[in-house]
């Protein structure tokens, strides 16, 4: 799941080496915390949060077909 997010995050970005994938694993839920250069940030939300809906919609499919839950924090 991290690799997954990590790899379009980069392909979205001027700058792929600031971009940083933290996941926190819990019992039922895995939270992958993605962090972005500052100027960067609009590319990975999108226009409307679109691309981040986008990025939540393959997160949830992939993770669904592993059997898991898995939730996308995009931090400042």
Known sequence: MKDLIKFIAEALVDHPD??????????QTSVIELKVAKEDLGKVIGKQGRTARAMRTILNAASTKMRK???LEIIE
């Open 69 to 71: 839950r898995a939730v």
């Open 18 to 27: 600031q971009v940083s994938v933290k996941e926190i694993e819990g019992e």
